[in-house]
């Protein structure tokens, strides 16, 4: 009896079904790469962590790399959902308050799902390196967007000289801020560093 009760989580698992246990499996994934890093995700890692048997993570994933693919894309999307939403589009962006509002929302946003910026900002794997990027290739486009008019209405000199630098400057913050955020939690709340950096980014920019 004691041995049927022991293996029942591995039998019923397989009925899951590999749609319904992806979520699950890459939920596992995430927890191990960032108590332990990525490099310790495998299938191997995953199957014991859930007290299932490998075939059951293989059947939701051919192998780690698209594990670790679908990982990375799941919570970048995430982020890039996110960062639609802080930096919408406007025509011009001349407002300190505007900045100040973008980055508490950066923040609020980084403190409502931590890990994913843990993984998305540690050491990639190098088997998956071309996974990581895209987040913050978004982000410099869309300040580029919307720094291009702002420096145009302050009458920046040598504006569209100068705007991939101030971009630089305005994403650079960002992740600045959010790696700030999450190792001094107790510090700071999203708000309060929002403001701070908010404030210094747009005046910054202003005096370019």
Request: proline share 6%; aromatic share 6%; charged share 25%.
């Amino acid at each position: 009896m004691g041995s049927d009760s022991a293996v029942q989580p591995k039998q019923r698992a397989p009925h899951l079904g590999p749609e319904r246990r992806r979520p699950q499996v890459l939920d596992t994934a995430l927890a191990i790469a960032i108590e332990h890093g990525i490099a310790a995700v495998t299938m191997a890692s995953i199957a014991e962590r859930m007290q299932v048997t490998r075939p059951v993570v293989y059947a939701c994933f051919a192998d780690r790399v698209e594990l670790i693919e679908a990982l990375i894309q799941r919570e970048e999307s995430y982020l890039v959902d996110g960062l639609l939403e802080v930096l919408p589009p406007r025509h011009v962006n001349a407002d300190e308050t505007v900045f100040v509002e973008g980055f508490r929302a950066l923040l609020v946003k980084a403190a409502a799902r931590p890990d994913a910026w843990r993984l998305l900002y540690g050491n990639p794997d190098p088997a998956v390196a071309d996974s990581f990027g895209r987040g913050r290739t978004l982000a410099v486009e869309r300040c580029t967007t919307l720094l291009r008019p702002t420096l145009r209405a302050w009458g920046t000199a040598d504006a569209e000289r100068k705007l991939p630098i101030l971009v630089e400057q305005w994403v650079s913050a960002g992740e600045g801020a959010v790696r700030s955020l999450l190792a001094a939690e107790d510090e700071w709340t999203p708000q309060d560093l929002g403001a701070f950096v908010g404030a210094a980014v747009y005046r910054a920019l202003r005096n370019a």
